[in-house]
């Protein structure tokens, strides 16, 4: 049962208290998925075995998604009985998957030998609003070699909250597969009355069917190709064009959009492969949501709309492609909360967490329909908002956004602050809601010094922040707009909370401030990577920023392979915890923006060094979501962590957002204005490029070039009357 505080504000009526429940805790998926391979293309995704199968009766997940519902659970290749091994396994592309197999020791099926490694079987699958394979069968024997090779199907039609461990009490209705010349079609019927239904179909057709395991007999001339098609189509959709064409389409849509963006080239292969990675690990999370788009949060478990990770990630890229912002902004606007709605943890003004459309959330099983269980989202929706604007200058967007930040503003001072000590806290109302909610989400995540987990209404210092940058970002749109008294108003509630906070939270035995003040008032003293945002919105007092970037980077918080998220000193401190000591790329990345803020550029290099180095041990050079917080070693490989999804929107922003640290890039629109302040080259780069830095109606070109240990600014070029000034 969820109790409210008795000083609730006449103002701000407390929304009807839930029937007691068993509490919302987000569920897990139940084993590893280190080594699959991901690949998506709009509101579909696959997920698979270096084999490209999808092992029936997995437990790591493994499917074909759409609209958070499984629409294919089994899809597995085999010779026969035979299973092939894998000699060559890529989804780098993003949109299409390619394994080359072949073959052990076996017999054919007149009881030839037929020798290891003497077939090869090459899969070719694209995404294009269904899933497009052709799978080519060759013999290098000199003889004929007749084999079977099997393709076995399964869909479970499980909600992704069911995949990841969720026990449903009902489920719908399964209809028997009906098995055609050439198709299979499962068909299902939710408890919310949708029918959802996934075809195969073959070309050529099979030889015959074991009930849904399709059989196709190949008579196998020296080096001829045998070449199977199928196709897996959700809900009637069909295929819109042939693999080849899908395949042409889509690798252009990903060079347009990366010619969309700002260039960046270095001296550094390495870099240059992490940062393509970077770009195109964003387009490749691009989903559409009715007339709109979004970006993803991260696949497999969060490839759905969260309004915390879109607005980090339209922050981290705005010096690359503003556009990303415009579009979430907008989007988020026209979800921001209307009424009270405690199931929902709904609030007027507030900015969504995660929204779901699958079979659990149609029926109110899960509260993400969508789901406002966030402290955070709201003041950072203000954020991106003051920034967008810094970099683009673009009045009419602010101006038509202007009463959905009105209204953020009032759900920070009504219903963010309750009982009106100053401090955004968040407590929930749904029985299903998240209990933490800030962006360390986990139920154990918010621990005192002692282990103990702290008690809500919990105010996070890092909301802290959120909201003094909001307010004073809001102070300068409103003087651009000619509101000079809500500007000063704004300035002065971000100055007081300012102060306010560097007394309240600052724990002078540990010459650190508290992660939180918890609901009895008293510091969360345990030692975080939380206070690193607070550097990142510049709240931090300037005499206190060396002891906390000295804390931060020291033993006990930083691995070598970047901050971690708890102190190892803390009793539940855990390598492998969620949020307990891993290290989550983002996070660093924004401590490191606000080491810059405050000179700090050794230590941000510092940063950039361990992101850098932990990405080229990873798949593609792509940062995943998290990884072990495990000390760095002589073998100089992270830990991975089982299940973190890859890709991760605000993991792939994590290493542009360190790069313009590096570089100092700062933004002023209205004054048609470029700085690049206190450039620093890690010893990695020599020479970085950048080509068209939107600022405004103008843009930029640069050249950065490290010299005898001194980095220099060369200017290109710049267009539309933009100015560039270089601060050493």
């Known amino acids: 049962m969820v109790l409210h505080r008795a000083d609730q504000p006449s103002s701000a009526p407390a929304p009807t208290a839930p029937a007691a429940g068993t509490a919302f805790v987000e569920p897990k998926p139940l084993a590893d998925i280190k080594d699959a391979l991901v690949i998506k293309e709009g509101i579909l995704f696959l997920l ?14 493994y499917g074909l998604y759409q609209e958070d519902t499984r629409y294919l659970s089994g899809y597995a290749l085999s010779l026969g009985a035979v ?113 959802r239904e996934t075809r195969v179909s073959f070309s050529p057709a099979p030889s015959a069917f074991y009930g849904t395991t399709a059989v196709f007999r190949l008579d196998l001339e020296h080096r001829r190709t045998s070449t199977i ?18 395949f042409e389409r889509l690798f252009s849509s990903y060079r347009a959009w990366q010619d969309s963006c700002a260039r960046v080239w270095t001296d550094n292969e390495f870099f240059n492969s992490a940062i393509e990675r970077a770009l195109r690990d964003l387009r490749m999370l691009r989903s559409d949501l009715g007339e709109s788009q979004y970006i993803a949060a991260g696949t497999p478990w969060y490839t759905a709309l969260f309004g915390r990770d879109s607005l980090i990630v339209g922050m981290q890229y705005l010096p690359y492609n503003p556009d990303i912002a415009r579009g979430i902004l907008r989007l988020l606007a026209t979800m921001q909360g209307k009424e009270l709605n405690p199931e929902r943890d709904e609030e007027p003004g507030k900015i969504l967490h995660e929204l779901r459309v699958g079979e659990m959330a149609r029926l109110g099983e899960i509260p993400m329909t969508p789901y406002y269980g966030t402290v955070d989202a709201t003041p950072l929706f203000l954020m991106l908002l003051s920034q967008y604007y810094q970099w683009t200058g673009d009045v009419a967007l602010v101006q038509s956004l202007l009463p959905a930040a009105e209204a953020a503003l009032t759900w920070i001072a009504r219903y963010g602050d309750r009982d009106r000590d100053g401090y955004v806290e968040y407590l929930k109302y749904s029985p299903k809601g998240i209990a933490n909610q800030g962006w360390k989400d986990s139920w154990d995540s918010v621990v005192h010094a002692d282990g103990t987990l702290a008690e809500p209404p919990i105010a996070l210092i890092e909301v802290q922040g959120y909201v003094y940058a909001s307010k004073l970002g809001m102070a300068l749109i409103y003087d651009a707009l000619g509101q000079r008294g809500r500007a000063a108003q704004l300035r002065a509630e971000a100055q007081a909370l300012k102060k306010r906070l560097n007394q309240d939270f600052w724990v002078s035995e540990l010459g650190f401030y508290a992660m939180a003040l918890d609901g009895h008032k008293q510091p969360v003293a345990s030692v975080s990577s939380n206070p690193g945002h607070a550097l990142w919105t510049g709240t931090i007092d300037a005499g206190r920023v060396p002891e906390v970037v000295d804390r931060l980077l020291g033993n006990d918080m930083f691995s070598g392979w970047g901050i971690r998220t708890l102190s190892s000193t803390n009793p539940r401190y855990n390598p492998m915890g969620y949020h307990l000591g891993t290290v989550w790329p983002h996070d660093n990345a924004l401590a490191a923006l606000g080491m810059k803020r405050y000179g700090f550029e050794p230590e941000v290099n510092e940063i950039a060094t361990a992101l850098y180095d932990a990405c080229r041990s990873f798949d593609y050079h792509r ?66 490029e950048v080509r068209n830095i939107r600022v405004g109606d103008g843009a930029a070109d640069l050249l950065f070039r490290k010299r005898r240990g001194v980095t220099n600014v060369s200017i290109l070029g710049a267009r539309g009357g933009l100015r560039v000034s270089v601060v050493h």
């Open 229 to 246: 098609r199928l196709t897996v189509s959700m809900d009637g959709q069909e295929a819109i064009e042939p693999l080849p064409d899908a």
């Open 623 to 688: 940062l995943p979501e998290l990884y072990s917080g495990a000390q760095r070693t002589g073998h100089d490989y992270p830990v991975r962590y089982p299940v973190a999804c890859r890709p991760q929107a605000w993991a792939a922003g994590s290493l542009l957002m360190v790069l313009q640290a590096i570089l100092g890039l700062e933004a002023d629109a209205l004054k048609g204005r470029l700085t690049v302040r206190r450039p620093r080259l890690p010893h990695w780069l020599r020479e970085v």
């Open 83 to 195: 299973r092939p091994m894998v000699l060559l396994s890529t989804a780098e592309l993003g949109y299409s998957a390619e394994q080359d197999l072949t073959n052990p020791d076996m017999l054919s099926l007149d009881g030839r030998h037929i020798p290891a490694e003497t077939l090869e079987i090459r899969r070719l699958r694209v995404l294009h609003g269904c899933l497009s394979e052709i799978i080519y069968a060759t013999s290098y024997n000199i003889f004929p070699a007749s084999l079977e090779l099997h393709l076995t199907f399964d869909a479970d039609f499980a909600d992704m909250f069911e995949v990841r461990g969720w026990n449903r009490e009902q489920r719908g209705a399964y209809f028997p597969p009906q098995v055609s010349e050439d198709a299979v079609v499962f068909a299902y019927e939710g408890l919310d009355g949708r029918r």
């Open 48 to 61: 698979t075995d270096s084999a490209g199968n999808v092992p029936p009766n997995n437990l790591s997940g």
